[in-house]
């Protein structure tokens, strides 16, 4: 399903199809429903399709949040083709939920979710090996 693969150029190419990352986020993505239903922040009995654009985006990325974060280490502070993925992932969800604003979302975007994770694993990691030391 997932697969790694190393370039002369230490770029890790994740090879996964589109559909099985869209698998792996609407399964992410019925689990935040489910959560937010049980706290109340969304009515009981909705479906993804039923949601917003609005609502279905704040789904989508806390979805992908949370996804990225199940990576290991290596892959998120490396130089990968993670933001494609997620980015040609998303825009795969206006077929399945009937909403043609997600072809609109870009690498742009993509790289704005991850960014700031990664950012913060490669400054813990640095951290982590100075207490090493």
């Known amino acids: 399903m997932l697969e790694l693969e190393i370039s002369k ?11 099985n ?16 239903q049980k706290s109340g922040m969304i009515k009981h009995g909705m479906h ?4 917003s ?7 989508v990325e806390s979805s992908v949040f949370d996804t990225i974060f199940l990576l290991p280490v ?14 040609s992932t998303v ?3 206006s077929r399945v939920l009937h909403k043609e604003e997600f072809l609109l979302f870009s690498d742009r975007q993509s790289r704005n979710l991850i960014e700031p994770i ?6 813990e990691t640095r ?7």
């Open 53 to 59: 654009f609005s609502e279905t985006m704040r789904l």
């Open 9 to 19: 150029a230490k770029m890790i190419e994740i090879k996964i199809t589109t559909d």
């Open 91 to 93: 825009r795969a969800l």
């Open 118 to 123: 990664r950012k913060f694993l490669i400054r």
């Open 127 to 133: 951290a982590n090996n100075f207490f090493k030391n």
């Open 74 to 87: 290596k892959i998120i502070t490396s130089q990968t083709n993670l933001v494609s993925i997620i980015a």
């Open 48 to 51: 993804l399709d039923e949601l």
């Open 21 to 36: 990352a869209l698998r792996l986020l609407m399964e992410r993505m019925k689990f935040e429903l489910s959560l937010r």
